[in-house]
């Protein structure tokens, strides 16, 4: 097992680990695949190097991968419906009342041409462009723990528009192509329809510079914290100015230092200025810009358009900034320890079951560590 699932308790692990697949059983009408879905999940959370079919099959004791790739391929089980499931399972656990929910993409890199929306095209994970497919995701963090709560693949124009691909990875007729912020805002509309609620929303630029996206949460009675790009212009005394300009503007005494939250090497401190713009509106909401620097003023600074309740504290706008680093984390820990890129399904369908279960690993992850937490804290008093 992972390291942090063996601090738990490995008896409290089980048992949340089984209640979670009993959970999950009755969206399989055949007993067979809900057998095998389990046994995918704990798989999932094994020891195993990589979690693809093969190995997992091993580790689960089956010998051969065929359960596993008729799980993934042929089944008849509802991904979304599990997705539910999972948004469900994880917002009972781990939401509270300073919750942010994130919008965030991660790269899987492939190699080849065969797998849905794979292309040549940039990936934040390794800072480049490469051959991958991209996924677009929706992350709750809070207080608690945090956990991957709904996915999107995005499937670019190319793909979109050629048949002969679209059919060999069984691409569904009604997918179109769609943006990045477009996906973002399906599946925030999907979790307001599902009763999620969160205190604020963040993004990084390719959604905040998107402005559908931000008319959607503003339409949607929902605080925002998002990224923007230095070209991005908003209306002052003298006209419009890009937040660049703006910020070459601010005085030495607007600077104050704050942390975005804890890293592996303690708090990321840096120099924050904010300053408002235009009125406060009707339901008592203000725009603000919030930028960001290295301490002492060196390197490349990062701008944020907010809007919220005006009385909020710049330290609460500076928090909600740093929260898309926990999701960084989720990347990571569900790459590392729950298999979210190691599948070697090609199709469509398979992508959203393995990433779907993937995910709820992750969330039970999240929740048994959540769990392990408060009964150390509570063991101390």
């Known amino acids: 097992m992972s390291e942090p699932v063996a601090a738990a308790d490995v008896e409290v692990w089980a048992a949340e680990l089984g209640a979670v697949a009993e959970r999950l059983g009755p ?18 959370l094994g020891d195993c190097e990589r979690k693809n079919s093969w190995q997992a099959a091993e580790y689960a004791g089956l ?14 089980w509802s991904a979304d419906a599990t997705r539910d499931l999972l948004r469900e399972y994880a917002t009972e656990n781990l939401a509270d009342a300073r ?9 899987f890199l492939k190699k080849g041409g065969h797998s849905a929306g794979v292309q040549r095209q940039y990936t934040g994970t ?34 979109a528009d050629d048949p002969a691909r679209r059919e ?27 009763g999620v609620r969160a205190r604020w929303v963040t993004a990084d630029e390719a959604y905040g510079n998107d402005g559908k996206f931000r008319r959607f949460l503003e339409q949607s009675g929902q605080p925002y ?7 991005q212009r908003l209306w002052t005394d003298d006209g419009q100015m890009t937040v660049s300009a ?34 406060v509106d009707g339901r008592g909401w203000q725009l603000w810009l919030l930028v960001r620097r290295q301490r002492g003023g060196a390197g490349e600074r990062a701008y944020y ?57 992750l969330a039970v992850l999240g929740v048994v560590r959540w769990r392990a937490e408060l009964a150390a804290e509570k063991g101390g008093r």
């Open 246 to 279: 703006i910020a070459d503007g601010l005085s030495k005494r607007a600077w104050r230092p704050g942390s975005a939250g804890w890293g592996s090497k303690g708090p990321r401190l840096y120099d924050w200025a904010w300053r408002p713009f235009g009125p």
């Open 168 to 194: 060999q990875a069984g691409i569904p007729e009604e997918v179109t192509f769609a943006t990045k912020p477009e996906l973002g805002r399906r599946m925030l509309a999907r979790a307001y329809a599902a």
């Open 63 to 76: 010998g051969e991968p065929y359960a596993f790739q008729h799980l993934l391929g042929r089944a008849g």
């Open 126 to 159: 390794a800072g480049r462009v490469e051959n991958c497919q991209v996924g677009v995701f929706l992350a709750y963090a809070g207080r608690r723990g945090r956990a991957l709560i709904d996915r999107e693949l995005y499937l670019p124009q190319a793909w």
């Open 305 to 361: 358009l907010c809007r919220g309740p005006a009385g909020t504290a710049r330290a609460e706008l500076v928090r909600v900034a740093g929260a898309r680093w926990p999701v960084e984390e989720c990347f990571e820990r569900g790459k590392g320890e729950c298999g979210l890129d190691h599948y070697e399904v090609r199709s469509w369908v398979g992508w959203y079951r393995h990433v779907t279960l993937s995910m709820l690993a």
């Open 225 to 231: 914290v998002v990224a923007v790009q230095s070209n």
């Open 27 to 44: 969206l399989f009408a055949r007993s067979e695949p809900r057998r095998h879905a389990a046994a995918y999940l704990r798989a999932l």
């Open 99 to 107: 919750g942010v929910l994130v919008i965030d993409e991660t790269g």
